[in-house]
Nanobody, 124 residues
Framework: QVQLVESGGGLVQAGGSLRLSCAAS????????MGWFRQAPGKEREFVAA????????YYTDSVKGRFTISRDNAKNTVGLQMNNLKPEDTAVYYC?????????????????WGQGTQVTVSS
């Protein structure tokens, strides 16, 4: 497993931008598919985006396509989530997660490493 620590959350007005970062420890980071999930109050944790370890293909949930961009830097053991044109419905705790699942992991059960989460609040 890798240990993950998120940063970059905060309060922003609707239409604004934030960039989340996730720092990973461990020598096998480059072999992990990395994902971002979020959990709003009273709701289930949901998949947001993933970046595949082998070729950096990216996948997004429909509600963030065109607004969010996931990226990774294997030399620095980091994964980022650039969030633009934020909406109040994006308000949630955002979690970074690592997976060794073969394919495109979109379910929580397919990830075996999790960060502690960072709060993102978007005001209207």
């Amino acid at each position: 497993q890798v240990q993950l620590v998120e940063s970059g959350g905060g309060l922003v007005q609707a239409g604004g931008s934030l960039r989340l970062s996730c720092a990973a420890s461990g020598r096998t980071f480059s072999r992990y598919t990395m994902g971002w999930f979020r959990q709003a109050p009273g709701k289930e944790r949901e998949f947001v985006a993933a970046i595949i370890w082998s070729d950096s293909r990216t996948y997004y949930t429909d509600s963030v396509k065109g607004r969010f961009t996931i990226s990774r830097d294997n030399a620095k053991n980091t994964v980022g989530l650039q969030m633009n044109n934020l909406k109040p419905e994006d308000t949630a705790v955002y979690y970074c997660a690592g997976s060794m699942w073969f394919g495109v992991p979109r379910a929580q059960s397919q990830y075996n490493s999790w960060g502690q989460g960072t709060q993102v609040t978007v005001s209207s």
